[in-house]
């Protein structure tokens, strides 16, 4: 059924006038397949949230009969504030959330079906590493595999989809990583153990799921009449499989993203998916986003030269109805040193002479090693900075610590988190230790946490482990009742965490102890323990710190979904950008894709810089210029020096 005209705060004239034409294509299109092509700045955001405002009007269905999916919990949030002020509460009914939060939303129901309890836990990716290096202790007299590479190689397997079964019945699957593909077969069989998943498992499972059981497949396929999808390029080969499942045929389903934004593949991303959609899904529309309201025409000019170099692309172009701008500027200077000087020099005078902020600053790099430089100047000069993707608070150890306690209190049988506080602060129950109850675990197909009870029932001088699981028992018991910030702070005290800290009396131990605080503060949002555990279980990314107006340093890979007034695109020199594994492994378009996210996150101004000389390895090297200014000519720029014509247009590199 609709909702009565009193819960929807926009008609369908009101919804439709801010967009341009295509924009409302895409809006009001419906009844069959339908691919929206959004180039960088576009108005993708607004078409799918304006998209979904108009089904909850028009369509006549029920919100919870809509499914929207993205990549990030950010862009979900962000969606759902922006489609309630557009329809109202009815937004908060919305089936809407990150692949892996409507696959924990689906197994938190059926998980039974496949041999899951439904209150099973979630690994992060510090848990799937722990324990991945007991499973190959468990697995002596093998030759020896890096955890990290294990783990590594079984998280591409469930991108791909690929159970133990799919590997085992073919052998090529798992060319080359046979001692992996054993540790894979015991690794499940701890996760099933254990009541848990790591977070590939969210998908995969929940794909296993609908595949194996017919009339679960056919209630969400009743129920979601729209499914919308973010970021379609992104998605790898088994939440394909899951929206494929849930959508056969493509009717109203919509999924709107950029062939030419693909920049993850290392991380399983299949560009085919977003090529292929019409072949997958007959008698689907394309509605391609040209219009852009982000970049200067000049910016575009220079992007559009750059990637319609790329074969493999279903074709666009970017344009602006905004005239004027300056054009893209090309520095070379004599060392990567010098070029770190001459960058921090130019953003000084664009925040002294022309008032942009440092905030509205970006520089972006092909690789973390390319920083350096840049801090060691920028302090040098007191400008103020932030590297994006530092170390995040909830990955800062005495965090996961407190998470791994609050998740053995929530479920005492996570036997993950509880190893990991077992002897946090020590308790004189070490390694030795932790591996007899392992033992016992394992031969009784029980969990830690029972294993450690039936051990202290058997002798009295477990005292320590006794004084722990009564601890994690009591406040078990307080789950239902006691709010999550008390339950934490309690914990903490009894289980002389807090005390540890304060005994150390050191400043990294006093700022341990104030992030500790200052969780316990955070955890007032979510009063009950489970709801707050879940929610942490799906988290992707925290916001970055808005306390200071400071320049930005972000990898090239980070910086895709934002924008800048100004962005400076350092190191083009062939050697660092492309970079040579992607020559090796032939995914220079991918590259390529990579330069075009770089040069459409500025609004204003670009400003592109490369170095003749770069120490690599210890080693000075001579370097040229990148060839992605192939085909480029000086008057595509405002040349700064340090380039000739000669050196531009010798660029190609064949």
Known sequence: MGYPAAFLSQDSDTLLSSLNPEQQRAVVTQGLPLLVLAGAGTGKTRVLTTRLAYILQ?????????????FSNKAAAEMRQRVRVLAGDVADSVWLGTFHAMGNRILRRYAPLI?????????????????????????????????????????????????????????????????????????????????????????????????????????????FRHILVDEYQDTNAVQYRFLKLLSPEGRDLCCVGD?????????????????????????????RLEQNYRSTAPILAVADMLIQKNTTRLGKTLWTGTEGGAPVRLKGLR???????????????????????????????????????????????????????????????????????LRVVAVPHDSLAFARVLNLPKRGLGKVFLQKLHDVSSAQSCSLFEAAREMV???????????????IARWHEKVETAPSSEILKGVLQESGYFSMLKEEKTPEAAGRLENLWEFVRALTDFPILKDFLDQMSLVSEVAPSARMDQISIITLHGAKGLEFEAVFLCGWEE?????????????????RRLAYVGLTRAKRLVT???????????????????????????GNFEVLGGVTREELEGAAVV
Not at 259 to 268: A, F
Not at 575 to 591: K, N, V
């Open 575 to 591: 050697g660092l950008f492309p970079h040579p594994r992607s020559l090796e492994d032939g995914s220079l378009d991918e590259e």
């Open 58 to 70: 028009h369509s006549g269905i029920d919100a919870h009969e809509v499914l929207a999916v993205t």
């Open 457 to 471: 029932g058997k002798t009295a001088a477990l005292q320590q482990l006794r004084l722990f699981t009564d601890l």
């Open 335 to 405: 060392s990567s040193r010098d070029e770190a000087q001459f960058v921090a020099q130019d953003i000084l005078r664009l925040n002294q002479q022309r008032g942009v902020a440092f905030s509205e600053i970006a520089i972006l790099v092909r690789a973390g090693s390319q920083t350096r430089e840049f801090e060691e100047v920028f302090i040098a000069l007191g400008l103020p900075y932030r590297i994006v993707g530092n170390i995040r608070f909830y990955e800062r150890a005495e965090v996961r610590d407190a998470l791994a306690y």
């Open 259 to 287: 062939d030419d934004q693909v920049i993850y593949s290392w991380r399983g991303a299949e560009v085919d998916n977003i090529l292929h959609f019409e072949k997958d899904f007959p008698g689907a529309q394309i509605v």
């Open 115 to 223: 041999g899951y309890s439904s209150d099973f836990s979630i690994l992060n990716a510090d848990d799937q590493l722990r324990l991945m290096k007991q499973v190959i202790k468990e697995n002596k007299g093998r030759r020896p595999v890096p955890p990290a590479l294990a783990t590594t190689i079984i998280n591409r397997w469930k991108d791909r989809g690929l159970t133990c079964s799919d590997l085992e019945s073919d052998l090529s699957l798992r060319k080359d990583h046979q001692d992996i593909f054993i540790l894979y077969q015991a690794y499940e069989d701890a996760l099933r153990r254990f009541n848990s998943m790591d977070f590939g498992d969210l998908i995969l499972q929940t794909v296993r799921l609908l595949e194996a059981n017919a009339s679960a497949l056919e209630r969400f396929r009743q129920q």
């Open 608 to 634: 592109i810089t490369f170095s003749h000389c770069r120490c690599t390895y210890g080693r000075w090297t001579d370097v040229t210029l990148s060839r992605f200014f192939e085909g480029f000519t000086l």
